[in-house]
Nanobody, 126 residues
Framework: VQLQASGGGLVQAGGSLRLSCAAS????????VGWFRQAPGKEREFVSA????????RYADSVKGRFASSRSNMKNTVYLQMNSAKPDDTAVYFC????????????????????WGQGTQVTVSS
């Protein structure tokens, strides 16, 4: 599976962006897909994850209520809608897919994901 993250860019604080994670090579309709981010000088951290059929979804506390994950299995694509962006959201955003089942309580553990995209830069200006 190859994952291609896109949609990043420069946005003002309070603005919105929608990131996409398009898969090729095989379907990811049966995969949990997670979003992670890495800010300069910091470790990569969990942002969100979405289950096989779009439910459930999980979010880091820092983005809860502002970000929303969704998916189109027909398009083999997962989305991350970022609203009310903050400068602290500035990071490279990565999508990742798991080959097997993962308990939703473990979705924040990046070692459980098998396939990773290359990342897309999001910069939020104040």
């Amino acid at each position: 599976v190859q994952l291609q993250a896109s949609g990043g860019g420069l946005v003002q604080a309070g603005g919105s962006l929608r990131l996409s994670c398009a898969a090729s090579g095989r379907t990811i309709s049966d995969s949990v897909v997670g979003w992670f981010r890495q800010a300069p000088g910091k470790e990569r951290e969990f942002v969100s994850a979405i289950g096989r059929n779009g439910v459930p979804t999980r979010y880091a506390d820092s983005v809860k209520g502002r970000f929303a994950s969704s998916r189109s299995n027909m398009k083999n694509t997962v989305y991350l809608q970022m609203n009310s962006a903050k400068p602290d959201d500035t990071a490279v955003y990565f999508c990742a897919a798991a080959r097997g089942a993962i308990l939703s309580t473990n979705w924040a553990r990046e070692t459980l994901y098998d396939y990773w995209g290359q990342g897309t830069q999001v910069t939020v200006s104040s």
